[in-house]
T-cell receptor, first 108, second 114 residues
Framework: AQRVTQPEKLLSVFKGAPVELKCNYS??????LFWYVQYSRQRLQLLLR??SRESIKGFTADLNKGETSFHLKKPFAQEEDSAMYYC??????????FGEGTQLTVNP | GAGVSQSPSNKVTEKGKDVELRCDPI?????LYWYRQSLGQGLEFLIY????????KSGLPSDRFSAERTGGSVSTLTIQRTQQEDSAVYLC????????????FGPGTRLTVL
């Protein structure tokens, strides 16, 4: 069965510090992975997806099939990055299986 | 253009009553999804529509839950005989068809069952 694990429910860093949000998955098929973000009082929105190999708002994520991980990284965190981050795995029929989310707080 | 919209934004009901939640997807999006976001359960998939058909209903938690989509557009999620454990935020998303498509989420309907 597919599963997404985000081990940290809460993560707090200072502005300008590097940040890494961890995500591990289990899936027998070929994974399609995403990071979605929910800022305060806003709707859930896509941050990035591995297939695009893009950097959005300074964030990157590399799919490591050997370690079954898709960690989200940013070298210098900003206060506006404070939000809830969800790692998601696309499985059959394009449904998304989400991790439980990590609440990131960037302190000034 | 307009994003995904959902109504009502909030719904308070009594245990045992039926409720209907509505989703208006982005025009032209053939795929539509319902998810539920609740404390302790995170975001759970409920059902997926491709056009008007629902090839994946595996996430519906019980036979009290049903959903339909008409005209390849608007979808309604119905919960019959609501229970307190149904209290959650119900999210709708839509996308173009195909793998690794971006799902665009609505603002959600917060359901509270007293």
């Amino acid at each position: 069965a597919q599963r997404v694990t985000q081990p940290e429910k809460l993560l707090s860093v200072f502005k300008g510090a590097p940040v890494e949000l961890k995500c591990n998955y289990s899936y027998s098929g070929s994974p399609e992975l995403f990071w979605y973000v929910q800022y305060s009082r806003q709707r859930l929105q896509l941050l990035l997806r591995h297939i695009s190999r893009e950097s959005i708002k300074g964030f990157t994520a590399d799919l490591n099939k050997g370690e079954t991980s898709f960690h989200l990284k940013k070298p210098f965190a900003q206060e506006e990055d404070s939000a809830m981050y969800y790692c998601a795995l696309e499985t059959s029929g394009s449904r998304l299986t989400f991790g439980e989310g990590t609440q990131l707080t960037v302190n000034p | 253009g307009a994003g995904v919209s959902q109504s009502p934004s909030n719904k308070v009901t009594e245990k045992g009553k039926d409720v209907e939640l509505r989703c208006d997807p982005i025009s032209g999006h053939t795929a539509l999804y319902w998810y539920r976001q609740s404390l302790g359960q995170g975001l759970e998939f409920l059902i997926y529509f491709q056009g008007n058909s629902a090839p994946d209903k595996s996430g519906l938690p019980s036979d009290r839950f049903s959903a339909e989509r008409t005209g390849g557009s608007v979808s309604t999620l119905t919960i019959q005989r609501t229970q307190q454990e149904d209290s959650a935020v119900y999210l709708c998303a839509s996308s173009l068809s195909g793998r690794a498509r971006t799902q665009y989420f609505g603002p959600g309907t917060r359901l509270t069952v007293l």
